[in-house]
Every structure is written in C-alpha cells, then in structure tokens.
C-alpha cells in the first residue's frame, strides 16, 4: 500500500514539470482503510467543498491499492474496474439452558450455531458472480459463546460473525438470503435434537419451533416491552463499547443487552449486520462517464504495456476491501436506510450527507505476494517502474476534455 502511495507522488512530481498541464491533479493519503475506511469518508464528505472553492470538477478518481499474484504477476498487473462489496453479517443464537445431567430438558445453543456454521461458511453455492468473475464464499470470523465462568449450564447464547463479499447483491436480498439460510439451520438443528431426545427416552418425536428476527425485529420488540428508556440504554451502551478497534465485539454487547431488553427466549437466532458495510463499485455504473473513462483507460493501457514490454489487462472486480467503495459512489437511501436499522451501533453505519459528487473510479497499483504475512512484499520492477507511467498516463488521459 505505501508503494502505491510513493507512486502517486511520482505522478506529481511528473505532472508539475509539465509545460502545459491539463486539468489539476488532487492526491490524499488516508490511514485507515481497514478500520471504518474513516479517512476516505471524510474526504467523501469534504469533498463537494473543496471543489467548490477551488472551482474543481472532478471526472475521475485512482486508487493505488495493492493486489496479490501468486504467479508470473499477469493477475496482478491490472486496472481493476470495480471493488468488491463487503458485509458482515451476525447471528446471535439464543436457546435454553439446561443442567448437562438433562440436555434434553433445554435447548442447546451450541448445536444451532454449529449447524448456522456448517451451513454457511465457505459453502460455494453462497459465493456471489458478476461480470464473468466469482466472489470468495461466506467466511465465519467469530463463533463463541457468551460465558467467561465455568459450570454445568449449557450456555444459553451463541455469537457468530461472518465476512461475505459479493459482486452483485445489495443489502436487502443478501439480508433476506442470510435469514433464508439461518433458518433452514436452526429448523435442522432443532429437528436433529428432537430426534436425539426421542431416542434416547424412547418416546414419540416431538417438534421443537423457532423463530428468526432481524435486528430491526428485535428493536421493535425492545421498544414494545421497555419504550424509550429501554431505547436510550442501548444507545449509551453504543456510545460506551464502539471506540474500540473491535466492531464484532461492540456489536455482540449491544446485541446481547438488546435480547435481555425484549425479553427474547430461546431457541430464536437475531441476524443483522456487526460491522460497517463497503460497497460494490464498478465503472458500469458510472453511465456514460465510466464508459467514456474505460475507453481511455484502455488506450493507455495498451500504450504503457508496449512501452515496458510487459502485459497489463482488464479486471472486473479488485477482491480486497477498498478505499474505492466510498469514491466517487453515492449510497441509495433505501440501502443505508435498511442497513443502519439492522446495524447494532451507529459507530458502524455510513451516514452519507445529501450532495455528495458521483464519478469513476478505477484501481491502479503494485502488485505482490503474501498480504498480512511475515514475507509481505512488492514486484520492484512493476512497482517501481511501469505503475508510476501508468498511473501518470491514466491520470492525463481522464483530464483530457
């Protein structure tokens, strides 16, 4: 990532020593990409005025991020035309307790998640396609229960986060999909522990109900049985445990209390959403403007390519969470509206301001191997040589009237 960033310095350099510059270029360097991506945001939002007083507009945006090649680096010398969708959806497991010398007389919460597990994580059926390429499947990030003691009770809650990428699916239908796989789980957990019980004391089957609520479900139950004190004491919790650098955590504690506020019994599972969610971008849809920036792209790219005697193609979708999902995108309100009503803290939630500015943006960076690893490293000759030329020629292709 800082080699990107040591190339868009490159590009100033090169551009301030032009004669006759076309249009201005605007470089910002944020911290905090994986955390919130805050700095971007607040560029987002500031950035209608900084055009404004400096009588900017602004047709395009590069991002620098890096991407992986465990190959000859054909996959990673690319312009990356989207970034990929990010949500964090939970599953808060409630079920009854009971002494484990009498499994049977409660409900184990321990089995439901296991089976909400099974059936999610990185199971391929569930990986989200578009634009010729496949998402990686859901991943579970967070399984546990909520004890820190030890006794005989089997623990009536379970608390599992998963990471789910898509190319396509917006909040509504990945929410609604998520709730159709969660349910069909705790509806086999429950029939495969009924058949136990039945077993066991020899008796008849006997069918066991549950039932799924979504967090904005469980909001209104709170408001139902406490009103607005009820409403104001999981707001100060929010404010207590969102300041850390943990969002499943923040967003299990508020869950947590929000079920003792409605009075939720088990066997009930809460979904919704821990953590802040990043859009799906891509230059389709962009209109007429991302058209007409592929097609200078492509021009460029073929250009640089031939000049370093190297190989630089088109890909659709860039599979790290970027910076790019709050460039130049402006949210639907009735997606950041479902979103934030099933987010448990409001530390997590996009709140975009009215009159934010729509553009193209494309990723352009270094590419190499092992990310987040002891041997993290870049291409040298890629990084340090071909990316600065095309993120220059890039940059001077989309000023051009």
Known sequence: MKSGLAAG??????????????????????PDEENRSRGMRSLRDALPEIARRFDLDIVGGI???????????????????????KFAPFAFV??????????????????????????????????????GERAPPPVCLKARDLRDGYDVTTPD??????????????????????????AGA??????????????????????????VLTYADLLDRVRERGGEAALGRLERLDAEVSGGGDPLKASRKIVAAAATEAGIEGPAVIVGFASLHYPLVHLDRNGEAGQRMRERLAAVTAEVAARHGTGIKFKQIFAGISDMSFLGHRPTTDET?????????????????????????VNIGPWGRDYHQKWERVHAPYTFGVLPDLVFEAAVACLKP
């Open 337 to 361: 509206g479902l979103i934030a009503a099933n987010t448990p803290s409001a530390a997590f939630t996009d709140r975009a301001p009215e009159g934010l500015l729509a553009f193209p943006t």
């Open 9 to 30: 310095i490159a590009v100033l350099e090169r551009f301030a020593g032009l004669t006759h510059a076309e249009g201005n270029l605007l470089f910002v360097a944020t």
């Open 63 to 85: 991002n620098l991020d890096s991407s992986s090649c465990m190959r000859d680096g054909e996959e990673g010398r690319a312009v990356y035309l989207g970034s990929i969708g």
């Open 94 to 131: 409630v079920g009854r307790p009971t002494h484990a010398g009498y499994p049977f007389d409660g409900i184990s919460a321990q089995r439901i998640g296991a089976e909400i597990v099974r059936a999610v994580d990185t199971v391929p059926e569930l990986a989200d396609e578009a634009f």
């Open 186 to 211: 705790l509806a086999a957990a429950l029939d495969a522990e009924d058949g136990h019980a039945a077993r066991h004391r020899g008796t008849e089957k006997r069918r066991t109900d549950g039932v």
């Open 157 to 182: 809650r379970v608390w599992l986060s998963f990471n789910w990428l898509t190319h396509r699916r917006g909040a509504a239908e990945l929410l609604a999909d998520f709730r159709a796989v969660v």
